[in-house]
């Protein structure tokens, strides 16, 4: 039996060490580790809930519009409100592109790595590489001399030794497979991402004030002036714009991402029946497409699939959800291993010290990530789960997506319930939401043309119009998953605050019964190849998306900020 540590995992948001068990080049057991502490939910407590999207927001520099979105809905749930149908359209804008962005970035700077073999590119014909990229789309970054350039370019930042982030992957490892010109494509469109994204992510800076942490969110709607024949507001030019950046987003997933996602899984199809995981999925439904507040309006459905049956569809519930901290470092009052729903969450920090390297860890606590729990249940989060849920639905843009991809990777529907399921469930969904943006804004442009432009309801804004106690939910798909937040007001000001984040269901530990939450399940029958160099585990985990900062809500520094690979 070998144990490896992987101390932090890299390429994610915060700081997550995972450890396995692994016999016979295969993990047996796996232990996920949250291991830093944020305490935003405590310094949420005593302020105005009018201002708990702007800290909210602020438990991550990436997830940042989710949360503020989340929190405003937590707080209108608990004050009744109901806002504008132009505050709705431009929310689902402001969600929808931070999709559309965010799923790209997590594929190519994020993930892809652990497919993409870098160094391996040196050795690619320029020529060849440009027939493969032509073969498989429309592109126009595909001529021999392009990949040439992109050929010297990595040739000279490989030549001069600083290497930055290549600097410790595992090139040359016997786990890939792309050949030379498959793996030169990647490398160009690495780097294309990064320019489309600075661009892509204009639709959040036009319609947020600014990106990350945008400034218009408001309980009642948004802070944001509509007016098509106004110089001052978001005019005529500014919707024009919005549409010539939706259409950019949409051709770069149509033309570049979707096609490389069928090409690196041609050539990891075995990764099909690898990372299956729990076999719970749960999405709680996104983008309302009426004003009637009803789960039955959102573009993205709500559900839950159980024991990975595809022949029906359960409901879900918020009143279901709770949490435990028998494997956390936090306390319960009235004990460890109870579940508690997020009204009557608790944050009490209990930190017992970090676990010893390599001893068995099955009855500590290990870990800064609470086990959320769906009547009692784990469950897997995500883009995975969303698909999932959507097919079994019956959503036809969701059942046409995952059709085209099965076909084009000769593969059958149980291959979703794997690590190459999830790549590709994301690629399906980053595609639909980004045919689905341009008619958001479209109707938003239909409804302003009636001369409606309002954006915001603030006839209960003053705290005097409240009930002496409220409490409220808000519930929200982001990229990552699921997304939960439970307020109570008492007096004006916020009683208790609890989120329950897409990788705290996903990065769970063992719950009070002992089961493991979905990427310490997922890892289990993983093979590894080289102990010393585990892009297998790397490759399992980062198909979630961790983030960790979310997830965590006190790193020490005594620790240092080594990174540290454990063979024993």
Known sequence: MTRIAVDPITRIEGHL??????????????????????????????RDPRDAWIFAQRVCGVCTSVHALASVRAVENALGLKIPTNARLVRNLIAGSQFVQDHVIHFY???????????????????????????????????????????DKLNAFVSSGQLGPFANGYWGHPAYRLPPEANLMAVAHYLEALDWQRQVIRIQALLGAKNPHPQTYLVGGMAL????????????????????????????????????????????????????????????????????????????????????DITKLEPVDQLDVGETVAHSWYTYGGGDGKLRHPWDGETNPKYTGPVPPFEHIESDKYSWLKAPRYRGEPMEVGPLARMLVAHVAGHADVRAGVDSLLGALGVGPEALFSTLGRIGARAIET?????????????LEANLAT?????????????????????????????????GHWVKIRGGTIENYQLVVPSTWNGSPRDANGRRGAWEEALIGTPVADPTKPVEILRTIHSFDPCMACAVHVYDPDAGSSVEIRVG
């Open 109 to 151: 700077h994020l993930h892809a790595l652990d497919w993409v073999d870098v160094v391996a590119a040196l050795s690619a014909d320029p020529a060849a590489t440009s027939r493969l990229a032509q073969s498989i789309s429309e592109w126009p970054l595909s001529s021999a001399g392009y990949f040439k350039g992109v050929k």
């Open 225 to 308: 002036a509509l007016d098509p024949n106004s110089p001052t507001a978001l005019n005529a030019r500014g919707l024009s714009e919005l549409a010539e950046l939706i259409a950019q987003a949409k051709r770069f997933v149509d033309q570049v991402y979707l096609p490389d996602v069928v090409a690196l899984g041609g050539f990891y199809k075995d990764w099909a029946a690898i990372g299956q995981g729990i076999g719970n999925y749960m999405s709680y439904g996104e983008f309302p497409e009426d004003d009637s507040g009803q789960s039955s309006a959102l573009y993205l459905p709500r559900g839950r699939i159980m024991g990975r």
């Open 17 to 46: 060490r995972i450890e396995v068990e692994v016999e016979q080049g295969v993990v047996r057991d796996a232990w996920s580790s949250g291991t830093m502490f944020r305490g935003i939910e405590l310094i949420l407590r005593g």
């Open 451 to 483: 001369g409606d432009l309002a954006i915001a309801d603030v006839t209960r804004w003053n705290p005097s119009s409240w009930p002496a106690q409220a409490q409220g939910w808000g519930l929200e798909e982001a990229p990552r998953g699921s997304l």
């Open 431 to 443: 595609q639909v939401i980004a045919n689905r943006l341009g008619r958001w804004l479209a109707d």
